[in-house]
């Protein structure tokens, strides 16, 4: 998506720009021209001669030459046809910010339809409707499309927001922090493009360097995923893309059918969308761009190790607080860097990590110690923290600060507790590219996320595996349910199904008679369990229906005899196809693996601590299939229970290569199958390294035809 | 307490007044005088005749009247005559501002010891060493008795800081927030005065409202406790407390003994006391003050109910995630208010919660629908947003929102988005005291901590209960131990203590010989574990010691020898006591009920999800022992596993009860028997209601001699 039309356009017409100085179509044309855009403008307005010393156009087919971009601030009805006249008079983008679309109900809607059959008509790049307008810094076009009251700073970081109030919002707030912006973009309903389209515009854009969004929906995942790894993922040229996704859903308490189910909430889905993505999700504003500008103004850490220097105990034990909490680390300095730090500092000082300078601490001692400090090997990244004491000179403070983290590759982060006031050294930070914070915990959490992208960047480059299948047998399970019009699959078809896809199923037969027990056993193996085969029997265990433990032959014959005679007894009208045997498994660790088909996102596939704390400690992890084989094992090693895989108080390391592959299988049978709609794989035991795992007990559920 | 003296003097002495005006002592005279305090200020100090137009002192003596309070910032070795100076003119309180004391190694330690003697002679109450002094902003005092450059305004939170640092950093901050104090201390080295003589002053200090804590230790927990519990469970007088405590410890990786010892971090012993003396604990500067002001400015809310009025959909989407996320909750509406929020907003609004004005709203519908919304009585709570659009007036709507702040008893918080600037608004908002926040998730931290507070408030007072237990024979097998030199209990001796206390024990007896088998197995029933009991083994199930699941008296006969050979032949000097025989307890929920002797705070207790998972999820809660009924049923209730202790996927609810009991009772353990140093009750194995439980497993350490 080339977005030159829309963002550098030579000419832009305003289509209802109005004399009404409390109209948007005033606000619009008002901030093109105060703005300073480099461009022409044009207002269109039958009704107006002359709007603010601009000769007002009667039609854009009056405008005399060429239109690169319309913003159209017409009433709905009147959209359609705008667009449409856009077209014939060759116009190379739009953007709607009238509102009175789908937003209001179903008229709007009707009317967004035609706005779009127009736009795709002419082939037309389309911004909104409903939106607030875009907005552009870059010197050479200084575009401010929108009715914001202001004009940001130019900066490198890109903001693209699914609310236009947002966006007013983030300009107010912005101008206070002294925040820049390469460009806004409001997208208000997305009609025409969305995310992805504009996504994949700031990608080649080399104005932004970082990019935010505010999302509410997403119109395609798989895509957002594909064009947002790419963006992000790009060892030279990866941007990093930071989200706030709002409209969190408390957990369903809608009856679900699997365990899966229930616990994929669409939440989950956009977590692992978004991991997926390498996109980091944040959930406020405040930390949004608090994050944003250290990614714009400072290099990436090479690692977690954070040392801190401060003039005061108390703030540097919170930072280094915030530190562990986040997941980073303070390193010892090496024994020549504390030398260092001994001949520069008072003996008072504390030279190790967080190093203090003590209260008195003026420049020349931050000045010693920060170098000294970053040029120690064992340090990733510098927070300079500084209380305004008697004694500070936080302006010279700043200064130095700004020599630090000139003379180094590492990011440097400053912190003057308490400071908003701009006089008071944070305006020099400003100046230095430094990113100033009030308190430690948003700098700490800003380098965590630096650590993590660097992370993202370095991480292995896998590939999605095919394994050899029998997807043929899978699809006749599927087929026959289906002619008898069942969604659920039987315990042995589920795990015939497993057996097609290669997961580790225990061995299991069915026996439809006591001579065929005997045959069976002997194909399986003792102990037993024994399990009614019906289509009709939901509840197994109570009319019955199961029995475990069996050790023997006599034993499993008699047993057979006795489910029959049971859960005929109990449910008399069941149809009952024979009785499923199956060897029975030892002992290991509980786990869950599963699959549902996210209704707009496609198969989400599940893996997490099984049993029956499944739902209580929700240990699990979300991914959409198909998953890469890194992707696969980061969702075995982002649970908490990864403890109890990797070895744990005496017991072994469980076999997580097996465990890879069973969700690797899973995620290929999720691509391959699309009609199975939810399966459980509840519990998967693992056992210990080289010992594998077993499909235990499998649910299996078609979509609805 | 009574802190007169110390907040509320007629005269100051200022020890140390200095004419340099880059001296501390030089600050501390200026902001009393700039701070325009309202009582007699002298300074003292031998070298000078006069600072800044007062006339100086040679000595204390040398005063003419009577001095109420001195300020000291003389040299450290100087302090402990000064004290006893003071002690002798008759000064009523001190404030050493001095550093150069224990924070500087063993020579200021001795520096400082000797200025508490001095100070305890003179029955003198001192606040310091080492810090920041003490500020009043009282209009009939005003004293600023610090060396900050700020005086802040008044208002009714007070703020008490381990750090002096930070109190300069909490000025700074204050001012550009508008933040209002009652009083300011700055505790220093705590010589004298801590943190609960301090809190005891401020219990009783009418202009505070509000108590706000920074702490990096406590010098005595249980007291604490006692006093915190008194100032914030108060129900007509209840003041809340809010601290932030830094310095949290990574999880130990030391070698510990226990479980509950490995769980038991200082940190968490921290949330124990806190939680156990209604304090709030907050992790950042930032959530300290925004909490403090809609406390300090609004009334408690009745309920957990939020209501949203919004002129922007996002922003209200993310206040309502934020909400949820915090656990508070978005009510319907009544019909009627949807009625009158109908008549009074255009069609495009929404009238459902949170409520949308929509983007063109002017105060009139902020107006009409604030008043609605406030009156319904499924609401409990408000925030009013804003963002700053194109038709929006700010100022308008804040002061629609104070009108309906003050025609309330409902608390109202105002969020207008991304605005620092004090020209919008915000100004009149402070005036109208109602917190303005710029992002929502400010302003619902602060509800959901103001309901909170309500319902500690509210909640149900209950005793510690006394059992009738035979401390007795507790007593017998402690001493026994110590006698033969032993810290361990062995498996006996353990379940015997248990039983002195009245704990669950499943029935078990000791066999020595045999013959001994048979009438132990009769008293305690089949199937049964079996194990060796020796003081020298300490991995029995290593060298044979443990059997399990024996049925009948032939086997459990067999089995006693077998054992015995084994671990003879195994471990050939280990001393053999006989064999402990125990009837194996049916499986249930397996928790975890544990105790350890905290070097400083005193007993703490442990209970949570025992198992495998224990130190995976860490499901655990702690308090400090003795436990109210009350404080034993939040143990249980807190644990994220309560789910499953509730009944859930078929389970029966488990006898909670019993469990809340078991708590008791250790508690009560903890306290008679103090020379229990740590004790795991691992698993405490939960049955169904009415069931109750059992103590399957026990370690007891004593105390070392």
Chains 1, 2 share one sequence.
């Not at 800003?446 to 993202?456: F, G, N």
């Not at 399970?477 to 997961?503: F, H, T």
């Not at 009709?536 to 019955?544: I, N």
């Not at 592959?661 to 693992?686: G, M, W």
């Amino acid at each position: 998506m080339n977005l030159d039309p829309l963002f550098s356009p030579k000419s832009v017409a305003v289509i209802g720009a109005s004399r009404d100085e409390a109209s948007v179509g005033h606000a619009v044309l008002k901030n093109l021209f105060l703005g300073g855009f480099k461009g022409k403008i044009y207002p269109v307005n039958p009704k107006a001669r002359e709007i603010e010393g601009m000769i007002c156009h009667p039609s854009l087919a009056a405008i005399p030459g060429p239109v690169d971009l319309a913003v159209v601030i017409v009433k709905a009805p009147l959209v359609p046809e705008v667009v449409d006249q856009c077209g014939q008079k060759g116009v190379k983008g739009i953007v709607v910010i009238s509102s009175g679309f789908k937003e209001t109900g179903e008229e709007g809607r009707l009317l967004e339809e035609a706005v779009k059959r127009q736009a795709r008509l002419h082939n037309l790049p389309l911004i909104g409707p409903n939106c607030l307008g875009i907005l552009n810094t870059d010197p050479a076009v200084r575009m401010n499309a929108t009715f914001a009251k202001e004009m940001p700073a130019a900066g490198s970081i890109a903001f693209l927001s699914q609310s236009g109030a947002l966006c007013t919002a983030v300009l107010e707030y912005a101008k206070s922090e002294g925040i820049g912006f390469s460009k806004i973009i409001s997208m208000g309903n997305k009609a025409g493009l969305d995310e992805v389209d504009l996504l994949i515009g700031l990608r080649d854009d080399p104005q932004t360097k970082v990019i935010l969004l505010y999302l509410e929906d997403l119109a395609d995942g798989r895509r957002f995923i594909e064009v947002a790894r790419e963006i992000t993922g790009d060892e030279k040229k990866g941007k990093p893309v930071l989200a706030i996704k709002s409209g969190r859903t408390p957990e369903g308490a809608k009856a679900v059918s699997s365990h899966t189910g229930s616990l994929a909430g669409s939440d989950e889905v956009y977590d692992a969308l978004f991991a997926q993505a390498g996109v980091m999700r944040v959930d406020s504003v405040e930390e949004l761009f608090a994050t944003a500008r250290a990614f714009s103004e400072q290099p990436l850490p090479a690692g977690r190790r954070v040392a801190i220097v401060t003039n005061a105990g108390g703030p540097g034990i919170m930072a280094t607080d915030s530190c562990i909490r986040q997941g980073l680390t303070l390193p010892a300095l090496e024994a020549g860097t504390v030398a260092k730090l001994k001949t520069a500092l008072p003996p008072t000082a504390s030279t190790r990590n967080p190093v203090d300078l003590v209260g008195d601490a003026r420049e020349d001692r931050y000045a010693a110690s920060l170098g000294a400090v970053l040029e120690d090997p064992n340090v990733d990244s510098l927070i300079a923290l500084a209380t305004p004491q008697a004694m500070t000179d936080l302006e010279a403070i700043a200064r130095v600060i700004g020599q630090a983290a000139k003379g180094t590759r590492k990011p440097v982060l400053a912190c003057f507790m308490g400071v908003t006031d701009v006089s008071n050294g944070s305006r020099i930070l400003r100046e230095e590219r430094v990113p100033h914070y009030r308190f430690p915990e948003a700098a700490v959490r800003a380098l965590a996320r630096m650590s993590q992208y660097r992370e993202w960047l370095e991480r292995p480059r896998t590939m999605v595996k095919r394994f050899r299948v029998d997807e043929a047998a899978a699809k006749v399970l599927i087929r026959k349910a289906r002619l008898e019009g069942r969604v659920w699959l039987d315990q042995a078809e589920s795990l015939a199904m497993m057996e097609a896809y290669g997961l580790p199923v225990p061995p299991f037969a069915i026996a439809r008679s006591p001579e065929e027990v005997r045959r069976a056993a002997e194909k399986t193996g003792f102990p037993l369990a024994m399990k009614i085969l019906s289509p009709d029997v939901l509840h197994k265990v109570d009319v019955g229906g199961v029995r475990l433990g069996i050790p023997d032959t006599a034993a499993a014959e008699k047993t057979f005899s006795e489910i029959l005679d049971t859960v005929r007894l109990r449910q008399p009208d069941a149809r009952l196809d024979g009785v499923l045997i199956q060897k029975m498994v030892p002992p290991g660790t509980e786990m869950i693996l599963g699959l549902k088909r996210d209704r707009q996102f496609g198969p989400l596939l599940l893996f997490g601590l099984g049993g029956i704390y499944v739902e209580v400690f929700k240990d699990v992890t979300f991914r959409l299939a198909p998953v890469r084989e890194l992707g696969a094992e980061r969702m075995v090693k982002s649970l908490r229970s990864f403890r109890i895989l990797q070895g744990f108080r005496g017991q072994p390391p469980a076999d997580l290569p097996k465990l890879i592959e069973c969700i690797e299988r899973v995620s290929q049978l999720a691509v391959d199958l699309e009609e199975i709609e939810e399966l459980d794989i509840n519990p998967l035991i693992a056992y210990a390294e080289g010992k594998g795992a077993a499909a235990a007990d499998v649910r299996i559920l078609l979509r609805k035809e």
